[in-house]
């Protein structure tokens, strides 16, 4: 964008310096155009004494030539500019000097003419460049009139040729000053251009990107802007239809009525077949002004998102609130039961039911844990670890922790190392909970569980993945599609928020989970982490068991 803008001003800046350049040229060809009327036209003769024809005739000739052939050669000369100007000034003044040096009186048209040419050359050229000229004038306008003419005296005024030369000097000295700030200036105008042009464009970028649909209609319903929220919210109309009528009929009629009684209708309303309910509101552009007018079109859906996350977000701090309460008393029965149990007057019936609520305590404890973990997970702290190894070492220490049994717990690695970029302790109460759900569900009656954890790329420049795979019967298509939902559960004694809470662990670390099936029956719980951003990670030591 910047860059576009600085292409923009450096074309403008560039016709500038074409037009003037241009003038400049038109006004030397005007020069030599009065210095062949002083050498060629028989008038002249009248008030103009011409001591060397030859001489001024001849310079007038060549200065006419060179003026066409500038005037020509404006753009040539642009390209570069500083080198240009100096030497067509410097022509300018040896022209002028020549033609001085051949003329006898009434001379002093020619150095008021020449300032000219000092002042613009000033106004284009660096200081040093402009004084230089300016006393190559001054010395061009003072040697003629040391000169003496053929009748022997010094007829010009050597007064009036100094008197030039300090006025070059000086016009030069305020050129410079004015054309340094005149550059000053175009460069502040410029910079504050590119601001102007970028956040323009920055904020057409927001007003594109916004939820909220926006659209600017003049006076007569014309649609002047639209982002592309709005755009989907009024059903995708083809970008040649601009009057908002034929566009969104109702929002047209809901314009005019507040523009008439300046009441806002707050019914949701859908524009559009197969598109969210939004409500629309309306703006002026400015106060006591209906030629533009806003339109806001604030979707229904993620409104009510908005209030939904946030009764989530209050019924989690209740539920938390109410599980830290629940805990105590809970502790209380289980621990009455246990002593309970103890008892050696206790009928064997009574036994069984306090076997029934030692299992149900159990139960409910594991649900308000759950839920205390949930309300006061850590802040995910992400570190590059090498998942090859890290698996490796995850299996060994779920051995050395659990007896499996006949079960079997394998890891599958690469002969490479794959990075990732994940919390260690999140990624290791994770993949303890997929691998504990895998070998209590997944293995076919009356046969050992089978698991294996792999640590693998998705391709050769993919994502690192760590998957927990068994042999069981694997996920009907209908339940796979609930697994991640809380409190969703097919079990009699599971509590439905292991997998929802890992999900919620995996997305705090940048990573996804998701359910894959196997062909050939089975189940795979696939993890895509984030890729280090460097391989110079060293291998974590495995995290201590949740």
Not at 167 to 188: I, K, N, P, S
Not at 496 to 503: D, H, P, V
Request: proline share 5%; glycine share 6%; hydrophobic share 45%.
């Amino acid at each position: 964008m910047a860059d576009q803008q600085r292409r923009r001003n450096t074309d403008a800046s560039g016709d500038i310096t074409r037009r003037e350049l241009y003038f400049f040229n038109l006004y030397r060809v005007l020069e030599a155009v009065v210095y062949l009327g002083l050498v060629f036209s028989p008038l002249a003769f009248d008030w103009v004494k011409i001591s060397n024809t030859m001489l001024g005739r001849g310079v007038a000739v060549v200065y006419f030539v060179i003026a066409l052939l500038m005037l020509v050669s404006t753009d040539r000369m642009r390209r570069r500019l500083a080198t240009s100007i100096g030497v067509a000034l410097t022509i300018d003044i040896v022209a002028a000097s020549a033609v001085l040096i051949s003329l006898t009186g009434g001379h002093s048209s020619i150095p008021v003419m020449l300032m000219v040419n000092v002042g613009v050359g000033a106004l284009l050229l660096p200081f040093r460049q402009s004084m230089l000229l300016a006393a190559l004038a001054a010395l061009g306008v003072v040697a003629p009139a040391l000169l003496p003419t053929p009748s022997g005296g010094l007829e010009r005024s050597i007064l009036e040729a100094c008197l030039f030369g300090v006025a070059y000097f000086a016009v030069a000295g305020l050129c410079a000053h004015l054309g340094r700030q005149m550059r000053e200036t175009e460069a502040l105008a410029e910079q504050r251009g590119a601001d102007l042009f970028n956040l323009e464009q920055v904020n057409d970028l927001i007003i594109r990107r916004m939820k909220t649909g926006v659209i600017l209609v003049d006076d007569a319903n014309h649609i002047l802007t639209i982002n592309e929220s709005a755009w989907h919210l009024i059903g995708n109309p083809s970008p040649n239809q601009r009057d908002l009528g034929a566009v969104a009929s109702e929002l047209s009629r809901r314009l005019y009525h507040w523009r008439h009684s300046g009441r806002i209708d707050q019914t949701p309303i859908a524009l559009a077949a197969d598109v969210p309910e939004v409500i629309p509101r309306f703006s002026r552009m400015t106060a006591n002004d209906d030629t533009h007018v806003l339109i806001f079109l604030d979707d229904t859906s993620l409104l009510s998102r908005r209030a939904e996350e946030m009764t989530l977000s209050s019924l989690g701090r209740l539920s938390a609130s109410i599980a830290h309460e629940i805990r105590n008393p809970l502790a209380a029965i289980r621990y009455s039961a246990q002593l309970l149990a103890e008892s050696e007057n206790l009928h064997e019936e009574d036994r069984r039911l306090v076997d029934i609520v030692n299992n149900h305590c159990t139960r409910a404890n594991e649900v308000v844990e759950n839920i205390l973990q949930l309300s006061r997970r850590e802040r995910s702290r992400p570190e590059s670890i090498d998942v090859n190894a890290w698996a490796l070492a995850f299996v060994e220490d779920y051995k050395q922790s659990n007896d499996l049994g006949q079960d079997h717990l394998r890891a599958i690695t690469q002969n490479r190392r794959v990075e990732a970029m994940v919390d260690p302790q999140h990624l290791q109460q994770v993949v303890w909970n997929l691998v504990q759900n895998a070998l209590r569900y997944g293995r076919e009656p009356c046969a050992a569980a089978r698991v294996v954890v792999v640590a693998r790329l998705a391709t050769d420049k993919g994502p690192p993945l760590l998957e927990v795979v068994d042999r069981g019967p694997g996920i009907p298509q209908k339940v796979a599609a609930q697994i991640f939902d809380p409190f969703f559960t097919t079990s009699e004694y599971g509590t439905g928020l292991g997998l929802y809470l890992a999900k919620q662990m995996c997305e705090s670390s940048q990573a996804s989970l998701e359910y894959v099936p196997v062909a050939g029956g089975g189940a795979c719980f696939r993890i895509t982490l984030a890729p280090a951003p460097s391989l110079t990670a060293t291998t974590p030591k495995p995290a201590a068991r949740p």
